[in-house]
Structure formats: structure tokens, C-alpha cells
């Protein structure tokens, strides 16, 4: 082949010059690739050899964590960006009660139909636990905790040190203020991140258990599992257990809506009693892991990390954007790194089932909601125990797959056809309540239709299920401007507070 090579040059020596050249540049190319790597290589070597402060293990506050790892911390300062919209939802705070006034009535009882936003960022967790009308005025005009030390479980990195300090079943027994000047700062660095090798690690005790009850080892997750399973430490469906409000996921029977509900079944588990109805309603919180591992990208092995936190450069670093936000904000990083279509089509194939989720989900409302009411009415009009315990089973059964399908963040992205399958299932079981409770009304000589009160505004909502609107934010107003600033100044104090940035 040589020789061949040979006399074809000496015919026309120009071969010999263009494959000369063409080595040339081979090797001009390799050593540009090889000089980057090298470069690449030299400047994350600085980056961890230069650290600027020591990290302790149950180091909470964010920013100290940043004068090591600026680019990060820096991108995460952004989670504080509330301007992203889309057609469903986005970073801004959204009155969901004002939007939709019925979910005042199908929490009536429970402290959600005080107050219901949208969420926004991780930067925002601690303001917004405390600003919500949810967690009460503790320490106004002598009123208690109505919630425990538990609500905090998942709002920042201070969580971990405090279990540590007082022990786990200890931290969620105790009354919710009683960490107000402990729980200062919002969800970050120390949630995910192993402070001496910067590993992904668990820092929540619940998902722990509730991997070992299973017979699962977590320590035995893949790096990529991790980058999904660190988001599950607080995005899941769970409860309080037991007197001691002891966080559980109810995944002991498997991860399913329907292996939750028969696990809080046969517990004879309900949040609370509905002051209308009277069913013993299942409060879905946020099973976001368990429907996204449901979803198509899950079952590819797609993280939760790779569509909320793209990668990104900058010089010769590479890393995880931490504005964790919607994929939609980013397109070219996330979508576009999988899918070729244009960010116009992406965009609009989320959007389209998303409105078909919701339209099962505006249909299941308005049966759920007058299922409510007509059970209201039928306790009125002398029905019994016995005559309306399938009414409520049905109506416990439509609520909880209402909730599960509407309380999870992104659920008709992550797994469409099972949250319309779920929802779908939802609105049979409001309709079957309709049925049987028009049976109790007929059998009291009730024929009429169930008249249907003034609900059109959150207002007039929480009036009717005999809330004072007024008064509760008065009260919290007090509570903000009183209770506040005392654990803040407490926070100081203590130094749990960082004084840099």
C-alpha cells in the first residue's frame, strides 16, 4: 500500500502536499484538544485547591458555601427570579384559591382553604413558610402552634443540623415556632451536597426509611439515580404519622396513587375531617418523584437534575445550572439536548397535554364539588351514618386522585397519561358519590335540586365553610411584624445567619 502510496506521489508530488497538510492539521487539531483538556483539567484542579473557607458538615448557610463554589452559587441566587410564566403556572406566586374558589370547599376543615399559592423558587422556601396564612400566628394574642416543627422538613439546610442536635423524632414533635429561629436558612447547598466531597448525598431521614422498609438500600443508587433522589427527599406524597407527627412516605405497598391510598386504608389514616361533607379526606401533598418515575423520560433514565438543572460552561468549567425552574425557560438546554424539534413545537406539546390533564381536571371539580355540598345537604335533611358511608368512601376516594393528580408539580409533563388516567378515575368516583347521595335525599323526600351556595370568589368560599378572611390576615399581619423579627434577631444572634452577600 506504501509503495502504491509512493508512486502516486512521485506522479503528482501535489498528493504528497495535500496529505502533508492534512497531517498538519491533525495534528494542529489534537494539540488544541489536548491543550483544552489540559486547561480544563489545570483550572478545576485550582478551583478545588484554592478553597476559600473550610465547610463544616452541617454548615446551613448558602453563602458561605458560595465563596467556594461561586458559579453555582450564583446561578442559584437566581432561583429568587419570579418573571418566568408559562401557560400553566411559572416562578410567580399564584392565589390559586382566588383562581379556582371551589378548592376553598374541598379543604374546608383543613388548614389549605386558609391559603393555597403557586410555588416558586427554593430561595423563597422560608419567607413564604412563614408568610402563608397555613402556619398560623403563634405568639399573638395568645394563640398556639396549630402546626408542628415538621412543616419545616423540607424548607433548608438548617433542618439536617437540628435533627442532628435534638434528635429526629424530637425535631418533629416540637411545636413549628419553636424553630423559627432556627430554621433561617432557604433550601440549598447543604440539602443535596456532601460539604467535604461535594457528592450528592441524602440529608432527609425519610426517604432513607422509607427505602429501607422496602428492603432497598439507597446507599447503593447510581450517580444519575441520585440526581433524581435528592429532588425526592422533599418532592414526594407523604404524612405525619402518629402523635409524634413523625414524617412517612407511604410507599411501604409500592409507589402508585392507588398503593398510597390502600396503605392509608388500612391504616384508618385520613388529614382530616371535612366540616361539610363529613368524609374523612386524604390531603395529597406532592408526589412529583412518584408520578415522574411513572413518565416516559424516567424510564429512559433521564434525572430530574437533567431537565431542571441543564449543564452550562463558563471558561473551562462545566456544571449544573442550580436555577432549578421549568424546562420550558431553557429549551436549548434541556429539551433541545434530546429532541431536534424547534422550541416553538417543544413548548406547545407540553402545553397540549397539559390542557388535556386539566380539562379532566376542570370536569372532576365541579362534580367533586357539588358531590360536597349535596352530602351537606343530605346530613340536613336527616340521612344516617350507615346510609352515608358509601357516599363518603366515594367521595374520600375522588378527592384523594383530584389531589394527587393536581398537588404534583408538573405531573401532566412528567407522566400525562397516568395523571389523566388518575384524574379521569377521579371524576367516575364524584359522579358515583352524585348517585348515591341523590338515593339518600330521595329516600328523606328530598327531589329538588341541591341548591348551590354563592362560592364565586375565595372570600365568599371561606365564609361559607365559616372562615374570617379579614381576621386572618390581620392576625398574620401582627404575627410578621411582632413574631418575625424576634427569631430573626435571635438567628443573628446565634450566627445562623451569613453577614456575606
Not at 403556572?89 to 391559603?115: C, H, K, T
Not at 403557586?118 to 413558610?129: C, F, L, Q, V, Y
Not at 370568589?457 to 418575625?484: C, H, M, S, W
Request: with cysteine.
Amino acid at each position: 500500500m506504501f509503495k502504491k502510496l509512493t508512486q502516486i506521489i512521485k506522479r503528482k508530488p501535489v498528493v504528497g502536499w495535500v496529505i502533508f497538510f492534512v497531517v498538519m492539521a491533525g495534528v494542529f487539531i489534537l494539540g488544541l484538544l489536548a491543550a483544552s483538556i489540559t486547561e480544563r483539567r489545570a483550572e478545576i484542579a485550582t478551583l478545588y485547591a484554592n478553597k476559600k473557607v473550610d465547610i463544616g458538615p452541617f454548615e446551613a448557610r448558602n453563602e458561605i458555601w458560595g465563596e467556594n463554589y461561586p458559579r453555582e452559587y450564583d446561578t442559584w441566587t437566581r432561583t429568587a427570579d419570579t418573571s418566568f410564566v408559562s401557560e400553566f403556572n411559572g416562578s410567580r406566586a399564584v392565589d390559586v384559591l382566588a383562581q379556582r374558589p371551589a378548592m376553598v370547599i374541598f379543604w374546608a376543615g383543613y388548614s389549605f382553604s386558609r391559603e393555597y399559592n403557586s410555588p416558586r423558587g427554593h430561595k423563597h422556601a422560608i419567607e413564604d413558610m412563614i408568610h402563608i396564612l397555613r402556619t398560623g400566628n403563634p405568639g399573638v394574642d395568645g394563640e398556639k402552634d396549630i402546626q408542628p416543627a415538621t412543616c419545616w422538613a423540607c424548607k433548608g439546610p438548617d433542618v439536617p443540623r437540628m435533627m442532628h442536635e435534638v434528635g429526629i423524632a424530637n425535631f418533629y414533635k416540637a411545636p413549628w415556632s419553636q424553630m423559627g429561629s432556627e430554621i433561617v436558612n432557604p433550601i440549598g447547598c447543604g440539602d443535596c451536597h456532601d460539604p467535604k466531597t461535594m457528592n450528592l448525598h441524602i440529608s432527609r431521614p425519610a426517604l432513607v426509611e422509607a427505602f429501607e422498609r422496602r428492603g432497598m438500600d439507597i446507599a447503593q443508587a447510581t450517580p444519575q439515580e441520585m440526581r433524581s433522589l435528592v429532588c425526592a427527599q422533599c418532592h414526594v406524597e407523604y404524612y405525619f404519622k402518629g402523635d409524634g407527627k413523625y414524617l412517612t412516605f407511604p410507599w411501604d405497598k409500592g409507589m402508585t396513587m392507588e398503593d398510597a391510598e390502600r396503605y392509608y386504608d388500612e391504616a384508618g389514616y385520613y388529614d382530616y375531617i371535612h366540616t361539610l361533607s363529613r368524609a374523612p379526606i386524604l390531603k395529597a401533598q406532592h408526589p412529583d418523584y412518584e408520578l415522574a418515575m411513572q413518565g416516559i423520560h424516567a424510564q429512559r433514565g433521564i434525572s430530574c437534575a437533567d431537565c431542571h438543572m441543564p449543564y452550562t460552561s463558563e471558561g473551562g468549567i462545566k456544571y449544573s445550572d442550580h436555577h432549578i425552574t421549568s424546562p420550558l425557560q431553557y429549551i436549548d438546554r434541556t429539551c433541545q439536548v434530546c429532541h431536534r424539534e424547534s422550541e416553538e413545537t417543544l413548548r406547545q406539546n407540553v402545553y397540549d397535554r397539559q390542557r388535556k390533564a386539566n380539562e379532566v381536571r376542570n370536569r372532576l371539580e365541579e362534580e367533586l364539588l357539588r358531590a360536597h355540598l349535596e352530602a351537606e345537604h343530605a346530613w340536613k335533611v336527616g340521612a344516617t351514618e350507615a346510609e352515608m358511608a358509601p357516599v363518603l368512601k366515594l367521595i374520600r376516594q375522588s378527592q384523594w386522585r383530584w389531589d394527587y393528580g393536581v398537588a404534583s408539580h408538573g405531573a401532566s409533563f412528567h407522566a400525562p397519561q397516568e395523571v389523566t388516567r388518575i384524574l379521569s378515575a377521579g371524576l367516575d368516583r364524584a359522579m358515583q358519590a352524585r348517585l348515591a347521595v341523590a338515593r339518600v335525599l330521595v329516600k328523606h323526600g328530598y327531589t329538588n335540586e341541591v341548591p348551590m351556595p354563592d362560592i364565586a370568589t375565595k372570600e365568599k368560599a371561606q365564609r361559607y365553610i365559616g372562615l374570617d378572611p379579614d381576621a386572618l390576615k390581620t392576625k398574620k399581619a401582627k404575627f410578621i411584624d411582632k413574631v418575625v423579627p424576634q427569631w430573626i434577631e435571635e438567628a443573628r444572634q446565634k450566627n445562623r445567619m451569613a453577614s456575606v452577600g
